[in-house]
């Protein structure tokens, strides 16, 4: 059971706006840099947000992210087909001493 | 170009023991830290364990301690996760990632290696 807490489903039309949040505590979110993940179906999760809203390069611009407190969210701009995909967040736990992900939330373009 | 391949992967009845490899290329193995993330089949992601460059700190998640074991080869770029008393629960795919979880994140991913415990 994570400890980082997402929807489980986000949808949108293409070139519509989807955000998703990431709920934590004061001991992962609160407290340490979040990332976000992206898995397309069948592969390996690719790094889509490093520290809170860094993109990696070769990372759309369309993919942003923010952290205020506990929580953190993921928002992709001008949604298109290609980005039907899981998308997890993820923080170091202090409490824990793990790296916890979040549940995950499935992203569906209409 | 960074590559991370995994291997060591089958099927194994539950209590017995299996070691994962991982063969990195394309980048400075030794200045990195690694890990290892798996994901049950229809599941999310799940840490397992992460070890840095010179081996000095290594952590594991709390589920797997005691049962799995992570270390490195750095003459050789190598990766290996030691499992254990292996549970029908630890059927997953097994991913090889490099970066500092901490604070960089995982930059790179392997294409995983599927583990199933089945009796």
């Known amino acids: 059971q994570s400890v980082l807490t997402q929807p489980p489903s986000a949808s949108g039309t293409p070139g519509q706006r989807v955000t998703m949040s990431c709920s934590g505590s004061?001991?992962?979110?609160?407290?340490?840099?979040v990332y976000w993940y992206q898995q397309l179906p069948g592969t390996a999760p690719k790094l889509l947000i490093y520290?809170?809203?860094q993109r990696p390069s070769g990372v759309p611009d369309r993919f942003s992210g923010s952290k205020s407190g506990t929580s953190a969210s993921l928002a992709i701009s001008g949604l298109r087909s290609e980005d039907e995909a899981d998308y997890y967040c993820?923080?170091?736990?202090?409490?824990?001493?793990?790296?916890?992900f979040g549940t995950g939330t499935k992203v569906t373009v209409l | 170009e960074v590559q991370l391949v995994e291997s060591g992967g089958g099927l194994v009845k539950p209590g017995e023991s299996l070691r994962l490899s991982c063969a990195a290329s394309?980048?400075?193995?030794?200045?990195?830290?690694m890990n290892w993330v798996r994901q049950a089949p229809g599941k999310g992601l799940e840490w397992v364990s992460s070890?840095?460059?010179?081996?000095?700190?290594?952590y594991y998640a709390e589920s797997m301690q005691g049962r799995f074991t992570i270390s490195r080869d750095n003459a050789k770029n190598s990766l290996y996760l030691q499992m254990n008393s292996l549970r029908v629960e630890d059927t997953a795919v097994y991913y090889c990632?490099?970066?500092?979880?901490?604070?960089?994140?995982?930059?790179?991913w392997g294409q995983g290696t599927l583990v199933t415990v089945s009796s």
């Open positions: 070890i840095s460059g010179s081996s000095s700190y290594i």
């Open positions: 990632a490099r970066g500092s979880v901490a604070t960089a994140g995982i930059h790179y």
């Open positions: 520290t809170n809203n």
């Open positions: 004061s001991s992962n979110i609160g407290n340490n840099y």
């Open positions: 394309g980048f400075t193995f030794s200045s990195d830290s």
């Open positions: 993820a923080a170091w736990d202090d409490s824990l001493s793990d790296y916890v």
